[in-house]
Every structure is written in C-alpha cells, then in structure tokens.
C-alpha cells in the first residue's frame, strides 16, 4: 500500500470540523431518506471547530465509518458523535 511504502501524504492543515459534518450529512441526505433511517450528527460544545489535519482523509475515513453503518441499520437512527476526552 502507499502508506507502508512511505508514498502517502498525510496534510496537516487547518480543518473545521463543523462544514466537514455539514457536508458529509448533505452527502448522505439521500441515502438515509431513502432507507427510511436518520442520521444525527453531534459535536459536542468542547470540541474546537477548528483543528490540525487532512480533511480529505479524515472526511473519507468518516463516510466509509458512517456509510457501513448505514447499510447495516434497519431502522431507527445512525449517530456521529464527536467529543473530546477528558484527561
């Protein structure tokens, strides 16, 4: 893989948080419609808006997280929950 052959470039640059879940949700808007399910996106109050990162590897990280959620939800409800740990 390109990672194990060093050939992956990670960014590491400023990245809100909020519009990477904003666009993530209007992606799977027709998606969850269609299966009928709902997808609740949470960031809690603690959690900056603004960190350190790739937002195109982390928003593809998330989608394929979310994404087999989905698939595998009959009913009910997919929640993202983003949080900060307590140390």
Same mark, same amino acid.
């Given at each position: 893989s390109k990672l194990e052959c060093k050939q992956l470039k990670i960014n590491s640059i400023p990245m809100n948080l909020q519009d990477i879940v904003d666009e993530i949700s209007l992606e799977l808007k027709s998606i969850v419609s269609k299966r009928n399910i709902e997808f609740i996106p949470i960031i809690e109050r603690s959690v900056p808006r603004v960190v350190y990162g790739d937002p195109i590897r982390f928003k593809q990280i998330l989608l394929y997280? #979310?994404?087999?959620?989905?698939?595998?939800? @009959?009913?009910?409800?997919? #929640?993202?929950?983003?949080?900060?740990?307590? @140390?």
């Open positions: 997280f #979310i994404q087999n959620a989905i698939k595998n939800t @009959q009913n009910g409800s997919v #929640i993202l929950e983003l949080q900060t740990e307590h @140390q």
